[in-house]
């Protein structure tokens, strides 16, 4: 098994060496890579990774040259001392328990967390001019990001890249989960990639299938990594991921084959000629040896196994820079065909998976509940739970309830940062025991708040969203998995740094939360101003007459009589 | 009341008694009617005044007034020297004397402008004569003795013998790299006229030329004197972003590589130090992928190659801008310089001029926004099968384009003198010292004329508008805009070019800051007719009862008088 991975991992060296024909290596390297996976619901999920690597002090004041790296990422970091930075713009919901466990989820909506380095003084003002330069970039509205909705969580969000201290005041953590994602910020994000949309993998990003889709995640991640073994000076790395989940039902009228045709109307002529690597992955762990359930063609030139998220998987791998694989015609065209289709029952349940939702009835009162599943048969873990609620839902602590199996369930840690009217949040992290194969509920009551009139969304009927909560776990391995060499493995296993063999890391979002509020009629302030000045009218009205006028008697009688005379003359 | 306002009815039975308490309560009722009336008028009127008003600090608006038509003075120190046997005998008694030319600018508005060279003579001291003892005029200008005034904006002249050697025969003065020129005396009678003639001319040509006045003052100046090709160079700002980007629109032909980091360093990094007075500057680079240009080029046959009109240049730009990237981190003003290597299909590409000829530097640029060059590969690197091409930039004559496109940007063009002005080489850096100067004082000038403007119009915006709300912080920037701009103009009379543009520049900040306060627009869209909602019915109801008594008291008042007319 291992033979023909060294052969390839030598193949790709050799290919990678020989395209820059000696002179001083070039300091910045980039990798572009897709991974193809069947779901185990029959979709299709499509996950693009593309890593530009700057040997180079990013920090360093004064003139900079960029080459792959992008000028205004690379601006911003030196500029506002960002130490690392994650960005996801995503539509959509990764549903982990038909779907299974994602190489990276992201919240619906848009999530932005920023590690800035210890010599900034003000945190708070870096984080807001930095939302609002990216909101820029990425055309987002993450310019909303305020202290409202911004965090800073103890435990839950550690530095994926290398870092000195892990001083939590330099994060900054927000989600806006009401963020609507669509082809305006897919277009500056194409623009980042230094091969833009004209050649290799990114030729597939075509907007119009990409949103066509039942999930859409595209996010920019950017962190120091260690240049080599040794690790004596630090390198960039800029990590742009695009991961889609295309309905293969609706895409490939009732069938569940597939092919990159289908599913994002165009096909691979070329690979991206600056990039020294370029794969395509195409998971066939489905296909047993015992029985070929599907098939993949072109056959590919090699295979790649791997522990992935804690199971064994085989790929088929297609390398693009190898004129071989473009030998049969001038594109490439992958199909993927079953033979026979598994059913979802058939399939395993990830270890973690959880749901939240909101409970309760009327206006006044209500529930929030986290439900979280471990499957795993005899493994018990501990998982860390992140909730944030905005401030117009009032927790109330001493209802908060961790059950299991019907008992209580303790937290072994446990912060909480109370909200502030109109000035921050609700921050609850707790690490939880989640004992084997049981079920977690996580429930604590609020209280509705009112809002002022005019701090009401445009459209406040439509009820207001509460962020995902946030599950980071290390979730056992199901086979024991070798350590890999972190630079030559491929892209998709490499985002989390990984500890020890016996498990791996796993961050999950759950859903959104759309809450209803108090909502007044918006043309009551008018009406308020119409009837106070008819009731002011009326009384002062009656009173100024009262005061003003003089009254007497009135002789009827005579006049009548005089009227009388007069007739009667 | 009506009723009761007809007295003496013939034949009215009412007892005394009756009718005298009629009268009291008929005057008790006017009296409380004439109490509303005051009370709405001396606590209402002020109540409702008060907490409807918007907030207005005082302004200097007199000042800002006077601004429009003020004189500015542009005061040139210039120190002529004159060395021994460069004027005849009798003039050389005369010296020390000042002498001061005043040249009116004519302008379309208000403002008057003024160039006033204040010219120094002195005989030339023992270091200065034994300067001109050199032989060439270079040598000459090395061994001179530091000048006491070598501030920004000052300028030495020094007159030499009518037969001196130093400059050629045909030359009348030379213009050197530094704050220096040399002119040749003359021994005729009323030399010192002539002379004086002669040293002006020199002096306006190193400093207050009409193409800097043009510069800086652009719509200002009538017609006629607006230099013909409107170059307009980039308007005046604290700072400025330089972004060198190669397209590479074909990486799968040609490896492009630029030494930019050299190139850089040695050539633009001196060359902007010189200019640093003017503002900062920050440099990047970027290499771009697949970036193409607009326009397809045409295919030559005659020369197999490709041609990109001049008309077609305009559409160049804008694809390639939206590559470009914006600037993230700063607000300054970006230059771009691109250098485009074209695709292998069309190459070797060159730019045509109006009239069809090659350009030589096969560069053009926009104003305001930067230059495109572009490099052609040595068609002789295709002689081979293996791809991509490595290239190789040659940033000597790139970077040779990028510069001379930057003066044009900045509104320094190479200077143009009359026949008999010998021009000194400029130092390595690229730029004559007299060269920034003469920058220095377009924008100054521009500097305050801006500032005029703003703040006039200002001014008039906030007095034609009365909703807008007026901040002490934007009050504050006012003044201090203000302060500054009088600042300026003093120490312009006064010939601290420096000084001058540092207080213009303050004043330009402080007013924009003032001009673009977000505050300013609060209340600016509060509509009329959501007032009147709000107020109609809360008036009319008050107004009107009042308005009626107070009419039907006054016609009463009138009526009694009239009566008692009648009774007299």
Redo the contacts between chains.
């Keep these: 098994m291992a033979a023909p991975l060294v052969l390839h991992l030598l193949l790709a060296l050799l290919l990678g060496s020989g395209g820059r024909s000696g002179a001083e290596p070039e300091r910045d390297s980039l990798r572009e890579e897709l991974v193809l996976t069947p779901l185990p619901s029959g979709d299709v999920s499509a996950t693009f990774q593309f890593r530009t690597r700057w040997d180079s002090e990013l920090q360093l004041e004064g003139v900079s040259h960029y080459r792959l790296f992008p000028k205004v990422l690379g601006q911003l970091i030196s500029k506002y001392s960002v130490q690392e930075l994650h960005l996801s713009l995503t539509q959509g919901f990764w549903r982990t328990r038909f779907w299974g466990q994602p190489f990276l989820q992201a919240p619906a909506g848009a999530e932005l967390w920023v590690w800035f380095q210890d010599s900034v003084v003000d945190v708070d003002k870096s984080w807001k001019e930095l939302s609002n330069i990216l909101s820029g970039i990425f055309c987002a509205s993450l310019n909303f990001i305020d202290s409202t909705n911004t965090v800073t969580p103890t435990a839950s969000f550690k530095p994926l890249g290398l870092a000195n201290g892990t001083n939590h005041h330099f994060l900054r953590y927000a989600v806006l989960p009401r963020e609507v994602v669509c082809t305006e910020n897919l277009t500056p994000w194409k623009k980042l990639l230094p091969c833009s949309s004209k050649a290799g993998l990114s030729v597939l990003l075509k907007a119009e299938r990409l949103f066509h889709t039942s999930y859409h995640s595209q996010a920019v991640h950017i962190r120091p990594v260690c240049r080599d073994a040794h690790c004596v000076s630090v390198s960039w790395e800029l990590r742009q991921t695009l991961t889609v989940v295309f309905d293969a039902f609706t895409t490939g009228q009732g069938k569940k084959d597939w092919s990159l045709f289908r599913m994002f109307s165009r096909t691979i002529t070329e690979a991206c000629p600056l990039a020294s690597q370029s794969h395509i992955y195409v998971d066939i762990s489905r296909n047993s040896q015992e029985n070929e359930t599907l098939e993949v063609s072109p056959p590919p030139t090699s295979t790649y196994q791997a522990v992935v998220l804690g199971d064994r998987r085989t790929y088929a791998v297609y390398d693009l820079l190898n004129p071989a694989t473009f030998s049969g015609s001038r594109s490439l065209n992958l199909q993927l065909r079953w033979k026979q289709f598994q059913d979802i029952g058939s399939q395993l349940v990830p270890f973690l998976h959880a749901q939240r939702y909101v409970s309760g009835y009327g206006l006044q009162k209500g529930e929030l509940s986290t439900v979280l599943h471990n499957t795993h048969p005899y493994r018990a873990f501990p998982v860390l739970l992140l909730e944030t609620v905005p401030w117009y839902l009032r927790l109330y602590v001493h209802t908060l309830a961790i059950t299991t199996k019907g008992k209580e369930n303790k937290p072994s840690y446990i912060h909480y940062q109370p909200a502030q009217d109109r000035l921050r949040p609700h921050l609850l992290e707790m690490l939880i025991q989640l004992p084997a194969n049981s079920v977690t509920k996580v429930s604590i009551q609020f209280e509705r708040a009112l809002l002022k009139w005019t701090e009401y969304t445009p459209d406040p009927n439509h009820g207001f969203y509460v962020s995902p909560s946030v599950l980071s776990a290390l979730v056992p391995n199901l086979v024991g998995a070798k350590p890999a060499n972190w630079e030559e493995s491929p892209l998709f296993s490499t985002m989390f740094p990984v500890s020890d063999s016996s498990s791996y890391f796993v961050r999950l979002y759950t859903e959104p939360l759309l809450v209803n509020l108090p909502t007044p009629d918006f043309s009551m302030p008018y009406n308020v101003i119409c009837l106070t000045c008819t009731v002011v009218a009326v009384c002062y009205g009656s009173f100024y007459n009262l005061l003003t006028r003089t009254f007497h008697l009135e002789e009827p009688k005579r006049s009548r009589l005089v009227r009388i005379a007069v007739k009667n003359k | 009341?009506r009723?009761?306002g007809l007295p003496w009815k013939p034949g009215s039975l009412q007892p005394a008694p009756r009718l005298a308490r009629?009268k009291t309560?008929?005057i008790?009722?006017?009296h409380?009617?004439l109490c509303?009336a005051t009370m709405a008028v001396m606590l209402g009127l002020p109540l409702w005044w008060k907490t409807t008003e918007t907030y207005r600090a005082a302004l200097p608006y007199s000042q800002i007034g006077h601004l429009d038509s003020m004189l500015l003075r542009l005061r040139v120190p210039v120190s002529v020297v004159f060395i021994q046997g460069s004027l005849p005998i009798v003039d050389q008694q005369k010296l020390p004397f000042t002498v001061v030319n005043e040249r009116d600018v004519p302008l379309k508005c208000k403002m008057k402008l003024k160039c006033r060279f204040q010219l120094a003579y002195r005989m030339a001291g023992s270091h200065e004569e034994k300067a001109f003892k050199k032989d060439t005029i270079e040598e000459a200008e090395a061994a001179l003795p530091l000048p006491k005034e070598d501030t920004l904006g000052s300028l030495n002249i020094f007159v030499i013998p009518e037969k001196s050697s130093l400059l050629p025969k045909d030359k009348m003065s030379y213009i050197g790299p530094k704050r220096t020129a040399f002119v040749r005396g003359t021994q005729v009678r009323q030399a010192l006229t002539v002379m004086g003639q002669r040293i002006l001319q020199v002096a306006q040509s190193m400093s207050l030329t009409d193409e800097v006045l043009a510069a800086a003052l652009g719509d200002r100046l009538p017609e006629d004197k607006v230099s013909l090709d409107k170059r307009r160079p980039l308007k005046s700002s604290l700072g400025y972003e330089i972004?060198f980007s190669l397209l590479n629109p074909d990486?799968?032909s040609h490896e492009v590589?630029w030494d930019?980091?050299g190139a850089?360093e040695n050539y633009v990094q001196p060359f902007l130090s010189l200019l640093s007075v003017v503002g900062n500057f920050?440099?990047?680079?970027?290499?771009l992928?697949?970036?193409m240009l607009g326009v397809t080029p045409r295919f030559d046959a005659a020369s197999s190659s490709y041609t990109l009109a001049a008309y077609s240049l305009p559409h160049v730009i804008n694809p390639v801008e939206?590559?470009l990237?914006?600037r993230?981190?700063s607000l300054y003003p970006v230059i771009n310089f691109l250098l485009y290597v074209p695709e292998r299909a069309h190459s070797p590409l060159y730019i045509q001029d109006k009239d069809g000829a090659r350009v030589a530097t096969n560069a053009f640029h926009s104003p305001r926004w930067g230059g495109i060059m572009v490099y052609n590969v040595d068609p002789s690197a295709y002689n081979t099968t293996?791809y991509?091409v490595?290239v190789d930039v040659d940033m000597v004559p790139v970077m040779e384009v990028f510069l001379s496109q930057m003066r044009l940007l900045f509104g320094i063009p190479p200077p143009q003198m009359p026949e008999n002005f010998l021009l000194g080489d400029p130092p390595r850096e690229g730029l004559r010292s007299w060269e920034v100067d003469r920058l220095v004082w377009a924008r100054t000038v521009e500097n305050v004329a801006t500032v005029v403007t703003t703040l006039t119009s200002l001014a008039e915006l906030l007095d034609k508008i009365g909703n807008i709300v007026i901040k002490d912080n934007v009050a504050s920037e006012v003044y201090r805009a203000v302060d500054a701009i009088q600042e300026a103009v003093v120490e312009l009379s006064a010939g601290n070019l420096e000084l001058a543009f540092r207080y213009s520049r303050e004043a330009v900040t402080s007013s924009e800051k003032a001009f673009f306060d977000p505050s300013l627009l609060h209340l600016l869209y509060f509509p009329d007719d959501q007032k009147f909602?709000?107020y109609i019915?809360?008036f009319?109801?008050?107004a009107v009862?009042?308005f009626l008594?107070m009419i039907k008291i006054i016609v009463e008042n009138q009526k009694a008088r009239k009566d008692i007319e009648k009774v007299d």
């Design positions: 009341m009723k009761s009629r309560e008929k008790r009722g006017k409380a009617a509303f972004t990486p799968k590589h930019i980091e850089v920050s440099m990047d680079s970027q290499i992928y697949y970036a939206a590559r990237g914006s993230a981190t293996k991509p490595k909602a709000i019915p809360l009319l109801p008050m009862p009042i008594s």
